[in-house]
């Protein structure tokens, strides 16, 4: 097949991902999609609840195992969409559409990288494709299952949108719940242990604290409270006041050493995170395909947000056409010529990194 013909193929799969609902936990159909393809293209395939994965067709066990995985799910659509999210519809060069450029498109693109690389017998890894479900909300039922039933994984390349940029390290993520406690009482007696007052300087002491270590490529580690709660009535001191804190994971710390310094160190009388699965995940800058890729005018950085990257434990690299500032946004989009430009510089860099 063309490359041509390929990309078009690929834009016509998103337009129809792009009109079949798959909120997370809901990726049936869209996984029927990928069947679909895989069927017209004679790849042999397995489904395992709604992900969809494909080894190629001269697997060898002798070698190493590379990962191309993007995800089918989509967030559900905000308030501030002003056209129809299941409507694929191009203008101006844009696709729009709920989960076109997170992560539809990278979907798309790297299945048709797997399709195009399929019947290679000249590689010096395996390629496997996986459609995988459930990864905007940290399911059960999505990467984390699958990687016990595929073979080894020994590098990946994670579909998300990163201008087609080389997202070399992504930040972990734990998320706590913390508790502030005081002496609850009727609010016209005087109370020296109320704890709101009290969680103000919690809060002043979460606002200044940092963390020593700073990564190259990441940063510092970023912590926020983003949730606060407390109080039932206006006449009532409540006994606790609640807060929840987001911790962005840089790669100088694992999520059990930061739970162990803030449940050391932080004023609160308690703080438990709700996981610490999700931790942060890098590649060697020198690596055979960052190499490949900054050979190819590809520039490197370090990812603030989260993808399927934290549910792997082997080097893993994020890279796919689209722009994460899109993701989760009021009318979503992705140029046309964004993912026709992925699949080609796709292709260009596993024929650059993996072909004898």
């Not at 070698?63 to 905000?78: A, F």
Request: with cysteine; charged share 25%.
């Amino acid at each position: 097949m063309k490359l041509e013909e390929l990309q078009q193929k690929a834009n016509e799969l998103l337009k129809d991902l792009i009109q079949t609902q798959s909120f997370s936990g809901e990726e049936e159909h869209t996984a029927q999609l990928l069947e679909n393809w895989m069927q017209d293209f004679g790849i042999q395939y397995e489904r395992h609840l709604n992900n969809v994965w494909a080894k190629n067709d001269h697997f060898d066990d002798s070698k190493p195992t590379l990962l191309l995985n993007s995800h089918h799910d989509t967030v559900r659509p905000n308030k501030g969409y002003t056209r129809d999210p299941f409507k694929a519809e191009i203008i101006d060069g844009k696709l729009f559409g709920l989960g076109s450029n997170d992560a539809g498109g990278c979907l798309v693109s790297l299945l048709a990288t797997f399709t195009w690389f399929y019947q290679y017998d000249e590689l010096d890894y395996n390629i496997i494709f996986a459609g995988t479900a459930e990864e905007e909300t940290n399911g059960k039922n999505g990467i984390a299952c699958m990687l016990p039933i595929m073979p080894k994984i020994d590098v990946a390349i994670v579909g998300e949108p990163t201008l087609m940029n080389l997202a070399i390290a992504e930040k972990g993520l734990v998320v706590f719940d913390a508790k502030v406690k005081g002496t609850p009482s009727h609010a016209a007696h005087p109370n020296d242990n109320n704890c709101i007052y009290k969680s103000a300087k919690a809060l002043q002491w979460f606002e200044n604290f940092s963390f020593p270590q700073i990564s190259e490529v990441l940063g510092e580690v970023k912590l926020t409270v983003t949730q606060i709660k407390a109080g039932t009535q206006h006449n009532v001191v409540p006994a606790d006041v609640d807060l929840v804190i987001d911790v962005r994971v840089n790669d100088k710390y694992s999520n059990a050493e930061v739970a162990e310094i803030l449940q050391k160190q932080a004023p609160v009388d308690e703080i438990v995170p709700r996981s610490l699965r999700l931790n942060s995940s890098s590649i060697p800058k020198d690596h055979i395909l960052v190499k490949a890729g900054i050979e190819l005018g590809m520039e490197t950085y370090g990812s603030p947000t989260l993808s399927d990257q934290a549910m792997l434990s082997c080097p893993s690299l994020k890279l796919g056409p689209g722009d994460s500032t899109r993701s989760h946004s009021a009318d979503e989009f992705i140029y046309v010529k964004e993912i026709e430009e992925g699949i080609e510089k796709y292709i260009k860099l596993l024929e650059k990194a993996l072909e004898r």
